[in-house]
């Protein structure tokens, strides 16, 4: 079954506590994105990547980093999380014949203290 | 540069009654558009999808949407309105000939009422 799959999907840490949001995907699409979602903003992108090792920054790349070591993962870091990344998270990947359609991950709620 | 207008953050109807949802593109090509929706809880997944075929698409679940090449628009129908068509619903406009970044609008949360 093709799917996205993300963990975790529920997190409450605190301020400037490091953590990771893994993102994995089995349909060897190329593309792969991070958004976050808040309310009365809908969907905003704050990375990309079009394929291993090739990044780019989205709309509001600002407190996060993503990696692209594998084509099949990649993995959403916050550094040093703050209450403002308090949001709910999602990846999504394209490819192949899919022609531009999304394929979204479950989500992830984060909570910053 | 694209962009997608959603009018109305908030639509609600009655069961039984008929659903629009508008959305409005700017696009300096040709462009692909997608509705997708997000039930409670859940991520978002494609409902229907326009891309330069037939300009009236179906999509699952009664949903269908018209694109206006004129009017620069992809409003979402569907002719009754059931309990459990509320969700929040996106519409998306990306470049067929570029990248694969596509542009949400904010999002419309469909309310039906019993």
């Known amino acids: 079954e093709a799917q996205v799959t993300q963990n975790p999907r529920y997190l409450i840490t605190v301020t400037g506590k490091k953590l990771t949001v893994t993102c994995s995907q089995n349909?060897?699409?190329?593309?792969m994105s991070w958004y976050r979602q808040d309310p009365g903003l809908g969907l905003r992108q704050i990375y990309y990547?079009?394929?291993?090792?090739?990044?780019d920054k989205g709309d509001v790349p600002e407190g996060y980093k993503v990696s692209r070591k594998e084509k099949r993962n990649f993995p959403l870091i916050l550094e040093s999380p703050s209450p403002n990344q308090t949001s709910l998270y999602f990846c999504?990947?394209?490819?192949?014949?899919?022609?531009?359609?999304?394929?979204f991950g479950p989500g992830t709620r984060l909570t910053v203290l | 540069a694209q962009s997608v207008t959603q009018l109305g953050s908030h639509v609600s109807v009655s069961e039984g009654a008929l659903v629009l949802l508008r959305c409005n593109y700017s696009?300096?090509?040709?462009?692909?558009l997608f509705w997708y929706v997000q039930y409670p809880n859940q991520g978002l997944q494609l409902l229907l999808k326009?891309?330069?075929?037939?300009?009236l698409v179906k999509g699952i679940n009664g949903f269908e949407a018209e694109f206006k090449k004129s009017e620069t628009s992809f409003h979402l129908t569907k002719p009754s309105a059931h309990m459990s068509d509320a969700a929040e619903y996106f519409c998306?406009?990306?470049?067929?000939?570029?990248?694969?970044?596509?542009?949400f609008g904010r999002g419309t949360s469909l309310i039906v009422h019993p």
């Open positions: 999504a990947t394209t490819g192949g014949s899919s022609y531009n359609e999304q394929f």
């Open positions: 349909m060897n699409h190329e593309y």
């Open positions: 990547s079009m394929n291993v090792e090739v990044t």
């Open positions: 696009s300096s090509v040709p462009p692909y």
């Open positions: 326009y891309t330069s075929a037939a300009t």
């Open positions: 998306a406009v990306s470049d067929p000939g570029g990248s694969y970044i596509p542009t």
